[in-house]
Antibody
Framework: EVQLVQSGAEVKKPGESLKISCKGS????????IGWVRQMPGKGLEWMGI????????RYSPSFQGQVTISADKSISTAYLQWSSLKASDTAMYYC???????????????????WGQGTLVTVSS | QSVLTQPPSVSAAPGQKVTISCSGS????????VSWYQQLPGTAPKLLIY???KRPSGIPDRFSGSKSGTSATLGITGLQTGDEADYYC????????????FGTGTKVTVL
């Protein structure tokens, strides 16, 4: 069974750093792109970026470029999303999702996100 | 500030049909496949439709998708209480450095 399992909920203070994880299993982790999606409380889905664990090729949404860092460690089939200095406005649920049946080439990407991780709730409060 | 517009809510009685529209532009829906995701309360989104009208294994044929020009539509027939959820369309946008864009989301209520 293809599965993405995310790390647990985090409570942090503004200015602190954070790295959350997403571990893939049941498939070749290095052969599929992994994306990250933010969902702020009571709001819709926002795509943050995507990484290809095979060579760490990474693309960011213009809205999140420079705000977060996406990385992956293919030796342990895990993708990461990290912040160097959290803000209260980073409080949200964060999901990882596999780009099933798709790929990115040059300036274009194709495909849909399936499956999704269970989500990691990040709360930033003083 | 999603570039894909959906109605905030739709509702119908059990057994009835609902449709959800997703309006975009030539840089996204007009030139890319559309997917639909279902998010049940308190859970992660789940893929419902991909490539405009294909259903992943396990998704009942009560759910259907279509696309015309720069708009897409999700249809749900034989509405069930378990279908109460938020639904999002999604596709790639070539004008935003190959970013994926989601619709604004639609809450389906079973009366």
């Amino acid at each position: 069974e293809v599965q993405l399992v995310q790390s647990g909920a985090e409570v942090k203070k503004p200015g602190e750093s954070l790295k959350i994880s997403c571990k893939g299993s049941g498939y070749s982790f290095t052969s599929y792109w992994i994306g990250w999606v933010r969902q702020m409380p009571g709001k819709g889905l926002e795509w943050m970026g995507i990484i290809y664990p095979g060579d760490s090729d990474t693309r960011y949404s213009p809205s999140f470029q420079g705000q977060v860092t996406i990385s992956a460690d293919k030796s342990i089939s895990t993708a990461y999303l990290q912040w160097s200095s959290l803000k209260a406005s980073d409080t949200a649920m964060y999901y990882c999702a596999r780009l099933g049946g798709g790929y990115c080439s040059g300036g274009s990407c194709y495909g849909e996100f399936d499956p999704w991780g269970q989500g990691t709730l990040v709360t930033v409060s003083s | 500030q999603s570039v894909l517009t959906q109605p905030p809510s739709v509702s119908a009685a059990p057994g009835q049909k609902v449709t959800i529209s997703c309006s975009g532009s030539s840089s996204n829906i007009g030139n890319n496949y559309v997917s639909w995701y279902q998010q049940l309360p308190g859970t992660a989104p789940k893929l419902l439709i991909y490539d405009n009208n294909k259903r992943p294994s396990g998704i009942p044929d009560r759910f259907s998708g279509s696309k015309s020009g720069t708009s897409a539509t999700l249809g749900i027939t034989g509405l069930q209480t378990g279908d109460e959820a938020d639904y999002y369309c999604g596709t790639w946008d070539s004008s935003l450095s190959a970013s994926y864009v989601f619709g604004t989301g639609t809450k389906v209520t079973v009366l």
